[in-house]
């Protein structure tokens, strides 16, 4: 579904990704993991066009992505939930959600997936709130927003950059039950964490970045018992974050 | 509260309409050209308030509107409103050729990319004398006339600058509101977010830069008619920070804001130029001070004072 190869990436002289590699098949969750300046945002801002790239490839189902423009990318299916959500926030729930839904239903105009109603039964707060301004919600009342936003895009691809941070584990729980949803129908799910505990719980496999590189990529037991491979998690992740 | 706006807007509507028989003609003469200005400094309003655009070429479209209507009327003695829609094709025209390549730059640089594209139209005005009249410039523009009514005082003019005023703040409106709207607040709020949810930064700052052409090439044709003469002096860049000055005085994101800068700038530099030599210095002074003191515009000031006394007023 989607495939980067050989990607390099940076900020004028400096170069963040080196060389990046990987792909997440049809229906599949995998996670990114890595500590800070891992060079993940950079990776996230590649697949979705919103930071330059210098070399490599980004293949969304066969099509060459790279040079498309990022307002483009929506139309392959990419949805990015963003780091610290960007919500617009002097607007309303309701206005957030617009522009969305009317650039998703432009994409797939005969069937919808996330319509309306399906977004209000997936987060019950969207239909009591609609009318609140952002900036009024909590954390996670607004990374619910978010994550809405992007479905109604309607993507096959959701792509989430650490959804978890500054949320209580209540909040966290909530949104992974919806994550897990998702997945269970079939969506691609690109998760962008810090927090492997969080990613754990709903990914299949998973690539470790450090220093702007993969170095690591672990999937089923490996990967499910991650944390508890002491030397595995200090090497890659550092004490802090090995420590959950 | 939304009650007394609708109220001060009726009020304010009412004294537009029933006061300048009153006036002086002198002063009649002032409202005209701030209502012409209200209509350029629209659009270069909307760019600064929107989408965070400073544009200091908004002369360049204004005087296209003029010599359009100039030239056209006098030499190929065409009806009015074909001045009025040909300036507004060139202008719309131009816009997108100088706008498309321009608009991916920011800030700074695309400020002053928008002064040397002022810079290079006035010299281009002053050598295709064939074509603008160099520094004699074009007179002897008929007077506008509906039908058979000829507008041939400023009080009549006044009365259609101010309809033309009315639908241009009523377009505006609607367009803050609609769909287009909405992804200029996202942009500005969050050009990433805005992005990846399919707006396309570039395309919509080209049709407001489109859009604020229309409105400069419509304001230079209602100019050359009202002045009868068009030439290259009245197109200069101080024309142009002019402009931007309007929504910087009024309150870049406020359409009543572009209306309060632009009789400002129409009505100001004339109280002032009673005091003779020392006029300049004086509304050099009268901007700072506008600007120091009041970041959100003379009409932002004017709601904090609004606000504290409705504050100041509840128990």
């Keep these: 579904m989607l495939a980067i190869k050989e990607l390099t990436a940076g900020y004028g002289q400096l170069r963040v990704l080196h060389g990046v590699s990987m792909h997440v098949g049809k229906g599949e969750a995998v996670a990114i993991v890595g500590a800070n300046g891992a060079g993940k945002t950079t990776l996230v801002n590649a697949v979705c066009g919103l930071g330059p790239v210098t070399q490599g490839r980004v293949i969304k189902d066969d099509v060459d992505l790279t040079s498309d423009a990022a307002h483009r990318r929506g139309r392959h299916g990419i949805a990015v939930v963003l780091e610290n959500r960007r919500l617009f926030g002097e607007m309303t729930v309701q206005e957030n959600l617009r522009l969305a839904e009317e650039h998703g239903r432009a994409y797939r105009s005969a069937n919808l997936q996330f319509t309306w109603q399906r977004i209000c039964e997936l987060f019950p707060l969207i239909a009591e709130r609609r009318r609140t301004r952002i900036e009024l919600l909590s954390g996670g009342q607004q990374q619910m927003v978010a994550i809405a936003r992007a479905l109604l895009l309607q993507p096959d691809l959701l792509i989430l950059d650490e959804p978890s941070t500054g949320l209580a584990p209540k909040i966290v729980k909530e949104i992974l039950h919806v994550l897990r949803g998702l997945r269970s129908e079939g969506m691609g799910i690109l998760l962008i964490e810090q927090n492997v505990g969080v990613a754990v719980e709903i990914t299949d496999r998973a690539y470790v970045m450090a220093l702007g590189r993969i170095v690591h990529e672990a999937a089923g037991t490996e990967w499910q018992t991650f944390l508890n491979d002491e030397r595995l998690a200090a090497a890659y992740l550092g004490k802090a974050s090995a420590g959950i | ?315």
């Design chain 2, 1 to 315: 509260m939304k009650a007394s706006r609708s109220l001060v807007i009726l009020l304010s509507i009412a004294v537009c309409v029933a006061l300048p028989p009153f006036l002086p003609r002198h002063f009649v003469d002032l409202l005209v050209f701030a209502g012409i200005y209200t209509v350029a400094g629209l659009g270069v309003g909307l760019l600064l308030g929107q989408c965070g655009i400073a544009n200091l070429g908004q002369i360049v479209f204004y005087a296209i509107g003029a010599y359009a209507t100039a030239y056209l009327t006098v030499y190929v003695q065409a009806p009015a409103m074909v001045g009025f829609v040909v300036g507004m094709l060139i202008s719309a025209a131009l816009a997108l050729t100088i706008g498309w390549p321009i608009l991916r730059l920011t800030g700074y640089f695309l400020a002053l990319a928008t002064l040397a594209m002022g810079i290079v139209a006035n010299a281009l005005f002053f050598e295709w004398d064939w074509l603008t009249g160099g520094t004699l410039g074009i007179g002897g523009i008929p007077k506008l006339q509906i039908f058979s009514f000829v507008l041939d005082t400023p009080l009549r003019f006044y009365y259609l600058v101010l309809g033309v005023v009315a639908i241009c703040l009523l377009l505006a409106h609607n367009l803050i509101r609609s769909r287009t709207g909405l992804a200029l607040r996202a942009m500005r709020d969050s050009q990433d977010a805005a992005i990846s949810l399919a707006v396309n930064p570039r395309a919509l700052r080209t049709r407001i830069f489109i859009l604020s052409a229309l409105l400069g090439s419509v304001a230079g044709s209602l100019f050359a008619h009202y002045g009868g003469f068009a030439n290259v002096q009245s197109f200069g860049i101080e024309k142009s920070i002019n402009f931007l000055l309007i929504p910087v005085l009024g309150g870049a994101t406020s359409l009543i804001g572009v209306v309060v800068g632009a009789l400002f700038i129409a009505v100001v530099p004339e109280l002032l130029s009673q005091f003779g030599g020392l006029h300049q210095i004086l509304f050099g002074v009268a901007l700072i001070g506008v600007v120091v003191l009041m970041p959100a515009g003379l009409t932002g000031a004017l709601a904090e004072v609004w606000r504290r006394s409705a504050e100041g007023a509840r128990p």
